[in-house]
């Protein structure tokens, strides 16, 4: 059918209607390829806000799949299979939130499913639509060493997951877009201090090309910080996730300094040879990020183009993901090896 064409909303349904459920439901209203028909959640508590406000809760998963065009799938992690199967099955259009699932079979089951019915499924790898994320779009990226830190204050909302899963995954995901090589080797360790699952990680991932990745993940600390530093030849980048700014330094030589448009290049000597510093704070146009990774959904069903982020990002990721829980489960000092 070609939404375009006839000028249609895509019909739109939220399955778990928790915290993050309610913002979505909140960006989903503001969409204007969207009509939001309903939400499924089993919670009654979840659910009673959304009643009074007049949002209809439709009594089955099947009922409200039935009623729909795209599935938006913000229930917990265990749950996104068995979802996006039987929305996949109707042929449906599909949004999961990150992790794509629980169990990597999981992923590789609906990829092989979706082969079949051609849907449009996109994870909820937000910081892919971060405005600070998005401001590197003009730079060349190479990195050779990344140092990521998120870190969190304690919250027992997402504990029935590990660390990693719940929050290093952002970076996990990032540093696999960014870096075009195969990994090598993934060393991690981990503690368990506040829940059963470990909620401070420290992971080390190694790329055949010799790029490194140090990432550190906690959500048992004093304060917020979600940044990811990257250094390659000749050029230092900073991004801020939480405050969403980006800093990019460059080491000029001669050539470069006279294609430069800054007038405020800091000249130094490297090996008897003169050099310019380049400092660049792109400018950040300010952004609901879950508002336009749900957007961008909707781009793509219309007007049939491939979506941001697709399983075959969801499921490499969650590869990294369970390489590393691994790697603190067998308390391997010499890294796990690998397998893609």
Known sequence: MDFKKLSMKLKIGVFGVGH???????????IDNY?????????????????????KRYATE???????DVVDIVTPTPEHFQIAKKAIQANKDVFIEKPITHTIDEAEALIELN???????????????NPAFLGLKEQLLNPMFIEGHRLSMFNPRGTDVSVIQDLMIHDIDIVLHMVDSEIKNVHASGVSVMSDSPDICNARIEFENGCVANLTASRISLKQMRKLRMFQQDAYISIDFLAKKLEVIRLLDEEAKLKSENPNL????????????DVNMPEIVSNN????ELSALSNSVINDTAVVVD??????????????L???????????????
């Open 20 to 30: 993050l459920g309610k913002i979505h439901i909140k960006c989903i209203q503001q």
């Open 35 to 55: 009509e939001l028909v309903g939400f499924y959640d089993p919670s009654d508590e979840n659910a009673q806000e959304l009643v009074k406000r007049g949002i």
């Open 62 to 68: 099947a009922d409200l799949i039935a009623a729909i």
């Open 115 to 129: 082969k079949i019915h051609n849907r449009k499924v996109q994870i909820g790898h937000v910081e892919r639509f």
């Open 266 to 277: 800091m000249e130094l000597e490297v090996k008897n040879k003169k050099r310019w510093i």
């Open 289 to 292: 990020a879950i508002l336009d």
């Open 311 to 324: 399983m075959q990002a969801g499921i490499k990721a969650l590869k990294v993901v369970k390489s590393i």
């Open 326 to 340: 691994t790697a603190i489960d067998q308390g391997k000092t010499n890294g796990t090896k690998y397998a893609n």
